[in-house]
Nanobody, 128 residues
């Protein structure tokens, strides 16, 4: 599967953005999808993930209650709604996909090593 992330931009703190991850292929519905981010000069970190049928989601503590991950399997697209943005949310955001069911744990959905397909990043910059 090929992934294309979009929707990044420059916003003021407290505002919202919605990122999209469009996937190619006909088997989108079998993939666990994840969002990760990489601040400049830092390691890539987990943000959120969603199971193939959308039944379960998993979030990093830093974004819980502010970000919402969702997917539309008919449109082969996943979304990350980001509300109440903070300057520390500034990063390059990546979407990732893995063609299997991952459990909602830090070792599974929350691990970079769980995902074999990555898109290019989309930059999110939050000004104070």
């Amino acid at each position: 599967v090929q992934l294309q992330a979009s929707g990044g931009g420059l916003v003021q703190a407290g505002r919202s953005l919605r990122l999209s991850c469009a996937a190619s292929g006909r088997t989108f519905s079998i993939y666990t999808l994840g969002w990760f981010r990489q601040p400049a000069g830092k390691e890539r970190e987990f943000v959120a993930a969603i199971q193939p049928n959308g039944a379960n989601t998993y979030y990093a503590d830093s974004v819980k209650d502010r970000f919402t991950i969702s997917r539309d399997n008919r449109r082969n697209t996943a979304y990350l709604q980001m509300n109440s943005l903070k300057p520390e949310d500034t990063a390059l955001y990546y979407c990732a996909a893995e063609p299997r069911w991952l459990s909602a744990t830090v070792q599974s959905m929350g691990s970079i090593r769980s995902y074999g397909n990555w898109g290019q990043g989309t930059q999110v910059t939050v000004s104070s």
